[in-house]
């Protein structure tokens, strides 16, 4: 066999063990974050209330870049809000050819991810977490507005790049200005199953969560 019919052949192969089952619709289901240390959650003597988390995600029909949300199946215009929600991964063939979907399981949202997350992190900071009626008098009052939350994969010929992005805007009451906390991460590995999306979006919101905490820290707003 000539190289450059092995080479043909070891592509092939690649291509479809990259590919996997891409043209499915995968549902994956993300570990809640670990609660903070019980000291840390009075350090500040403030209580924070989450009051709103709101999903401003943009999807597109047919985006030009990985890293924008879209979705197979019905298409983003056709995709229900409910459909949209859980929606965090956009699956691709062995050359890059955008195929099915990876969604969070039934009863997980993005919207839910996020505020549990932005929870841990303003323990990890220092507050208590509270609902509203339970806050007490004055408490510290967030606004969300999730701008990214997307995994995707850029095909190599021996491996593939997995990344995500996780950007929020928080309108926190009593500053100044809007908190925005953005991270993106990557890893290498040889197919896009589903632990590897899981691992690359819990990777994802560790870093999340390590950012907002540090933004948060310090003075009381």
């Known amino acids: 066999m000539s190289t450059r019919s092995y080479c043909a052949i070891t592509l092939l192969f690649v291509s ?8 499915s619709r995968s549902e994956i289901k993300l570990a809640s974050p670990a609660a903070a240390p ?13 009051r709103t988390v709101k999903d401003e ?7 030009t870049v990985a890293s924008t949300p879209s979705l197979g199946f019905e298409g983003a215009l056709q995709a229900s809000d409910a459909v949209k929600a859980r929606a965090v991964a956009r699956k691709r063939g062995g050359f890059g050819m955008a195929m099915g979907d990876v969604l969070l399981e039934n009863g997980q949202t993005v919207v839910g991810l996020v505020r549990e997350n932005l929870s841990t992190a303003f ?23 999730v701008k990214q939350f997307w995994a995707w994969f850029q095909p190599g ?18 500053a100044a200005a809007p908190t925005t906390v953005s991270v993106h991460v990557e890893n290498s590995g040889l197919a896009a199953t589903e632990g590897a999306w899981l691992e690359i979006l819990d990777k994802a ?3 999340y969560r390590a950012q907002a905490a540090s933004k948060l820290s310090g003075p009381p707003f």
């Open 57 to 63: 995600r943009v999807f597109e029909q047919a985006p």
């Open 205 to 207: 919101l560790v870093a």
């Open 157 to 174: 010929f021996w491996a593939i790049t997995l990344s995500a992005n996780i950007e929020t805007r928080l309108d926190i009451s009593g």
């Open 16 to 23: 479809a063990a990259l590919a996997g089952c891409a043209t």
């Open 123 to 145: 323990q990890q900071a220092g507050y208590r977490v509270a609902d509203e009626g339970a806050a007490g008098s004055a408490p510290v009052v967030v606004d969300v507005h």
């Open 38 to 50: 019980t000291p840390a959650a009075t350090a500040t003597g403030r209580t924070v209330v989450i």
